[in-house]
């Protein structure tokens, strides 16, 4: 599986960015996906996820201002960013598990995209 991320870059506070993420090379509808984020110094770290059925789950710390979402027709995941603030700058990563669940650690995802920066101005 080939993933590529786009919408990332510069953000001024309170923006709302959506991320997107490309993915082939294996039916989109079999894979569940996830987006993690690292930002300068620390590790990486789950953000939310979406199973193969559409059921969704978010790390307890960006619940109600990030939103993932897939579109099986376009073999794309969304991650919808709200409000964002500048310690949510990082370099987003999506991820694809074989699992029916998106789970929450890095080590249940097979596949990862190169990562796209998000820097948010104050």
């Known amino acids: 599986v080939q993933l590529v991320e786009s919408g990332g870059g510069l953000v001024q506070a309170g923006g709302s960015p959506r991320l997107s993420c490309s993915a082939s090379g294996r039916t989109f509808s079999h894979i569940a996906m996830g987006w993690f984020r690292q930002a300068p110094g620390k590790a990486r770290a789950f953000v939310a996820g979406?199973?193969?059925?559409?059921?969704?789950n978010y790390a307890a710390s960006v619940k109600g201002l990030l939103t993932i979402s897939r579109d099986n027709a376009k073999n794309t995941v969304y991650l919808q960013m709200n409000s964002l603030k500048p310690e949510d700058t990082a370099v987003y990563y999506c991820?694809?598990?074989?699992?029916?669940?998106?789970?929450?650690?890095?080590?249940?995802?097979?596949?990862w995209g190169q990562g796209t920066q998000v820097t948010v101005s104050s």
């Open positions: 991820a694809a598990s074989s699992s029916w669940l998106a789970g929450t650690s890095d080590g249940l995802y097979d596949y």
């Open positions: 979406i199973s193969r059925g559409g059921t969704t």
